[in-house]
């Protein structure tokens, strides 16, 4: 009971931060349920991999992008949208920001600290964090990008739909 | 010949632009003109740069050209443009429009205005405190850091209307976030004031470039990509360095 209370309130922030974000980006309304909807099956399912599973968050955060690259390809004609209008957002909620500017504070640490060890620590937390992130985010560009390129035609002849209505 | 191929060239380059402008991948552009330039009875050279592109148009028997550089337009990533944008490409196609209504379509298009910034605005707000929820922050941090957005992402939606750039806006909106999310710790407000710090400035990472970078990458548009990923990686620099620089201010240690 309590994994299903913790599935449904990750559903339900990630699919607002899914909304906000790709308020940004100016998607436009009759999109961003899809935004909403990928953006919880995502951050759930990688949710639960990486705390009830155990699995580490580079090949969680690959899966879940797969599985949110896959949805968005039928969902694509139905929303008359390419579809990284919108899971491309929908993954912005998986983007591990916190990793990249602890990579950055690593650095600037680096840089203040003054003695060798204070150094050696600040240099691994920069290279830890800065690694993490960039292999995080390229597992996350694969598995979102592989459907649209596996499925060429569906992906690049959604917006085609719109005239036949 | 020669006006026809310059109104069709003229017209290829600012469509490409346009949707480089407003953050469409490369392999979208490429498609998109492909499938104007097919209808249009011409072929198509496209070279696309950062912050260029260089379109040069042949007519049917490879016997005249016209070329023709455009910057791209557009002063952020708009999904809206790029779906209407598409759409037109598919309106070409298959309704035979001519350049003439096409360009006329196309203006139409990038002169649309974007979402209502309020609306945006308390949107992106409702975002971030969502994601500090997401990483186990209580309720009073999530109250902070929808204050914290609130109040960063007013000032860089006020100082990019004031055009200033966009390095400078990130900074100061990483700053001023960071400075108001460090009131958990200040006030003693909250249990977890280290994610309410954490998460105010995380609105400002520039995801969609990340992954535009990746998608090019695949497409084979290195030139692009490493340009897209560049630009990620400066903003991400200046977030941060607000974010020490807020951190700074109100005598944070950087890591606990």
Known sequence: MELLFDILQDMLFSALAAIGFASISNTPFSAMKYCALLGAVGHSLRFVMMNYMGIHIVISAFVAALIIGILAIPFAPKAKCPPETFSYPALLPMIPGMYAYRAVQGLVLCLSSNDESAFDHYFYLMNFNGLTCVIVVAGMVLGVTLPIFVFKRISFSATREMIKD | ?256
């Open chain 2, 1 to 256: 010949m020669h006006d026809m191929l310059k109104g069709k060239c003229r017209f290829i380059s600012s469509y490409a632009a346009a949707l480089l402008g407003c953050g469409a991948t490369c392999i979208r552009i490429e498609k998109n003109v492909e499938r104007i330039a097919r209808t249009f009875g011409v072929h198509v050279d496209m070279t696309l740069l950062p912050s260029h592109v260089i379109t040069v148009v042949w007519d049917k028997d490879y016997t005249h050209s016209y070329n023709c550089q455009s910057k791209p337009t557009g002063e952020a990533i708009d999904f809206c443009r790029n779906i209407e944008l598409s759409k037109l490409s598919w309106q070409i196609a298959e309704d035979k429009l001519l350049y003439e209504d096409a360009a006329n379509r196309f203006e139409k298009i990038i002169s649309q205005p974007r979402l209502n910034k309020w609306l945006v605005l308390l949107l992106t707000s409702t975002a971030n405190a969502s994601f500090c929820r997401l990483f186990g922050g209580d309720f009073k941090a999530v109250g902070i850091v929808f204050c914290a957005t609130l109040i960063g992402f007013l000032l860089k939606q006020i100082m990019l209307e004031d055009k200033i750039d966009l390095r400078i806006t990130t900074v100061l909106s990483a700053f001023v976030a960071s400075v108001i999310g460090a009131s958990g710790y200040l006030f003693g407000i909250s249990g977890t004031p280290e994610l309410a710090l954490g998460t105010s400035v995380l609105f400002l990472v520039p995801g969609i470039p990340y992954i535009n970078a990746g998608s090019d990458l695949f497409a084979g548009h290195y030139l692009c990509s490493v340009s897209r990923f560049i630009q990620a990686v400066i903003l991400t620099i200046c977030l941060s360095l607000g974010l020490c620089g807020g951190m700074f201010l109100m005598q944070m240690n950087f890591f606990n």
